[in-house]
T-cell receptor, first 115, second 112 residues
Framework: DVKVTQSSRYLVKRTGEKVFLECVQD?????MFWYRQDPGLGLRLIYF???????EKGDIPEGYSVSREKKERFSLILESASTNQTSMYLC??????????????FGPGTRLTVT | AQSVTQPDIHITVSEGASLELRCNYS??????LFWYVQSPGQGLQLLLK??????LVQGIKGFEAEFKRSQSSFNLRKPSVHWSDAAEYFC??????????FGAGTTVTVRA
């Protein structure tokens, strides 16, 4: 079974803090993704990575950065947290291969509250 | 770019009744299509997928979906709903750039 783990289930941070969300997958997947999920908006892609040290912006990258130093780990960084970044953050991974690169496996999510 | 529409925000169904969730996609070529389920406070779990071939696909938990190219649809069905099927369901489409586009989701409530 693919396992994607996220470092925290719940996190409370103050405005202006630097926040790190960590994601680890154990299936040797090449692709990793960070989404945020808000009611009524579905999942929106923040960043994704298709290889170590490679990253690409998704649909809403503003205010976020990412790091992928090792294949199994993909970190999301909020440089200076703001209240509008209060959300559920979901990490996912997928293998390569035609079609299969879209078959994403998700972690349990981190519910971040910025006060 | 691809996109997905789930027309129903919320559906209530009686336990034991059938369920159908609608999904319409927009994509120029044959898409890769997925249905995911999310229980409260959890991540997303893959229910089923369509890549090619037989347009009726079977998934986990007794779900199935049918790809209809002429209608640009990929509706999810279950013949008899259980209380544990109460959750949020997301349809997603993949094109040619590693990325999935998700619908806004349909929340299913199951009444006894």
């Amino acid at each position: 079974d693919v396992k994607v783990t996220q470092s925290s289930r719940y996190l409370v941070k103050r405005t202006g803090e630097k926040v790190f969300l960590e994601c680890v997958q154990d299936m040797d997947h090449e692709n990793m993704f960070w989404y945020r999920q808000d009611p009524g908006l579905g999942l929106r892609l923040i960043y994704f990575s298709y290889d170590v040290k490679m990253k690409e912006k998704g649909d809403i990258p503003e205010g976020y950065s990412v790091s992928r130093e090792k294949k199994e780990r993909f970190s999301l960084i909020l440089e200076s947290a703001s209240t509008n970044q209060t959300s559920m953050y979901l990490c996912a991974s997928s293998p390569t291969g035609q079609g299969y690169s879209y078959e994403q496996y998700f972690g349990p999510g981190t519910r971040l509250t910025v006060t | 770019a691809q996109s997905v529409t789930q027309p129903d925000i919320h559906i209530t169904v009686s336990e034991g009744a059938s369920l159908e969730l609608r999904c319409n996609y927009s994509y120029g070529a044959t898409p890769y299509l997925f249905w995911y389920v999310q229980s409260p406070g959890q991540g997303l779990q893959l229910l089923l997928k369509y890549f090619s071939g037989d347009t009726l696909v079977q998934g986990i938990k007794g779900f199935e979906a049918e790809f209809k190219r002429s209608q640009s649809s990929f509706n999810l069905r279950k013949p008899s709903v259980h209380w544990s099927d109460a959750a949020e369901y997301f349809c997603a489409v993949g094109g040619n750039d590693y990325k999935l586009s998700f619908g806004a989701g349909t929340t299913v409530t199951v009444r006894a």
